[in-house]
C-alpha cells in the first residue's frame, strides 16, 4: 500500500508518495520522540520537587535552630573558629593580617559563625581587638597571654569540643 500526500508549496503542486513502512518508521520515531520528551519532562519534576524538598529540609533546620534572645529572633551559631591571635613587634602587621582574614567571614549571615580567640603577645587593648576585627558581636575572647604557643588555643578547642 501507498499513501499519497498533495501539497502546495511556494506555487508549485507536489505528490508525495509514503509506502506503509516508511509511514509505521516515520510513527514510531515520532513516538520515540514523545516518550523521550516526556521521560525528560519527568526527571525535570523530579529533579524539581528533590530541590523543593531539600529547600524545606534547610528551612526546617533553621526553624528548628532559632530562638528568642533579647526580644529578637536570633538563629544559633553553625561554625565555631578558634583563633590564635599573636601579636609581636610589629603590631599594626599583625593586627592587619588578622584583620584580612576575619575579613571572609565579612559575608556570613549574622550569628552564622562565632570566633573564639587567646590574644598572646604585646598588649591587646580595645583599640587593637576593633582593628584586628576581632571586637565583633559573635567574637569571643577566651584569654590573655604574655606568652603562648598554639596549644594554649588548642587547649581551648578541646574543652569546647568535649563540653559540646
Not at 25 to 53: I, N, R
Not at 56 to 79: D, F, W, Y
Request: hydrophobic share 35%; net charge negative; charged share 25%.
Amino acid at each position: 500500500l501507498t499513501k499519497a500526500e498533495i501539497f502546495y508549496d511556494g506555487g508549485q503542486l507536489l505528490l508525495k508518495e509514503h509506502s506503509a513502512e516508511q509511514e509505521e518508521t516515520e510513527e514510531a520515531a515520532l513516538e520515540e520522540q514523545d516518550d523521550a520528551k516526556a521521560s525528560e519532562e519527568e526527571k525535570k519534576e523530579q529533579e524539581e520537587a528533590e530541590e523543593k524538598a531539600e529547600r524545606a529540609g534547610r528551612v526546617h533546620e533553621l526553624q528548628q535552630s532559632i530562638h528568642r534572645q533579647g526580644g529578637k529572633i536570633v538563629a544559633e551559631p553553625k561554625v565555631s573558629l578558634f583563633y590564635h591571635a599573636w601579636k609581636g613587634a610589629e603590631t599594626e602587621l599583625a593586627t592587619s593580617i588578622i584583620s584580612e582574614q576575619m575579613s571572609t567571614l565579612e559575608n556570613a549571615p549574622m550569628n552564622s559563625f562565632e570566633v573564639y580567640y587567646n590574644a598572646i603577645g604585646f598588649f591587646w587593648d580595645q583599640a587593637s581587638i576593633n582593628a584586628s576585627s576581632l571586637g565583633c558581636s559573635t567574637c569571643h575572647l577566651l584569654g590573655y597571654y604574655e606568652e603562648g604557643w598554639e596549644p594554649v588555643t588548642l587547649q581551648s578547642l578541646y574543652v569546647y569540643c568535649m563540653e559540646n
